[in-house]
């Protein structure tokens, strides 16, 4: 288990502050040093001990890290790599925790200034909650972490990335930036997208019947819209694609209610079951 002289995590949030506190608790990392946008939210990242050191200053915080990982909203992630790379030095690598992957690794696969390498990861461990305040050491247990590496990747660099992940409890996964997506797209974003169309058809006279089935199945949709406005914007064709196949399930369950088919309706319901039981949690 490799332990690292310094990481920056660049915006210490739910998986940022999570990557902090599982560094310092497992003690991987001798320097944590966060990179943020305010003070407040730093000095929330110091008390939560997630990080040995904070900043403001991009370039400062980065400048001694032999990991730089960006844990900002996708739309940013190009360029706070981009700039992170022209603070550091051949032996920088650099990874990212984007639910979307095929824009991002495609802008960053190659050319990073002063030899710094990108390697796209994606840790299967977000919550519809934000902020550090609700970090924890244990997220990433028992967890997926997907790694994305291209023709241009070293060997070297992804035994680092997987060999850091696997220390951080998690079980690391390889696919394609393109598989990566399409995968997301029906797992992950699929489900924010039902998850927000349900919970806007309920009328409001409605709120207070609310039971155990609805609260559990609309519960993603409380995460933050704007960054899940960037998310499907991002991977936008494959969430198309998935609502698409979504809404042929929707449409079969209709014309089996509309028709009186209780055989068809059965059927449906019979493979949901099956499905969602082979999930298991």
């Not at 990212?96 to 991002?104: E, L, N, R």
């Not at 244990?138 to 994305?148: E, M, P, S």
């Amino acid at each position: 288990m490799k332990n690292w002289d310094t990481v920056a995590i660049v915006g210490v949030g739910l998986i940022g502050g999570s990557i902090g506190m599982a560094l310092r608790q497992k003690n991987l990392a001798k320097n944590v040093i966060g990179v943020g946008r305010s003070q407040t939210g730093l000095r929330a990242a110091r008390r939560a001990d997630a990080v040995t050191h904070t900043t403001v200053d991009l370039a400062k915080g980065v400048a001694a890290a032999e990991l730089v990982i960006v844990c900002t909203p996708v739309e940013r992630i190009v360029e706070f790599v981009r700039q992170a790379a022209q603070h550091g030095s051949e032996r920088t690598l650099l990874t990212d925790v984007g639910s979307a992957k095929q824009p991002i690794v495609a802008a960053l696969d190659s050319g990073l200034a002063h030899g710094t390498r990108f390697l796209g990861s994606h840790p299967l461990a977000g919550s519809e909650k934000t902020g550090v305040q609700n970090a924890s050491p244990d997220l990433f247990d028992g967890r997926v972490a997907i790694l994305t590496p291209t023709k241009n990747t070293r060997a070297e660099d992804f035994d680092a990335l997987e060999a850091f992940w696997q220390s951080l409890g998690s079980v690391v996964a390889q696919m394609t930036p393109e598989q990566h997506d399409q995968a997301m797209a029906m797992t992950s974003h699929l489900p924010h997208m039902a998850a927000a169309a349900l919970a806007a058809t309920v009328p409001e006279r409605y709120f207070r019947l609310v039971g155990g089935g609805l609260l559990d199945t609309t519960r993603v949709a409380a995460g933050d819209p704007e960054l899940w406005r960037q998310i499907l914007m991002m991977n936008r064709q494959n969430a198309l694609q998935a609502l698409e196949q979504y809404g042929a399930q929707l449409a079969a369950l209709h014309a089996a209610l509309r028709d009186d088919d209780q055989a068809g309706l059965t059927r449906l319901l019979t493979q949901a079951q099956k499905n969602r039981d082979a999930l298991g949690r």
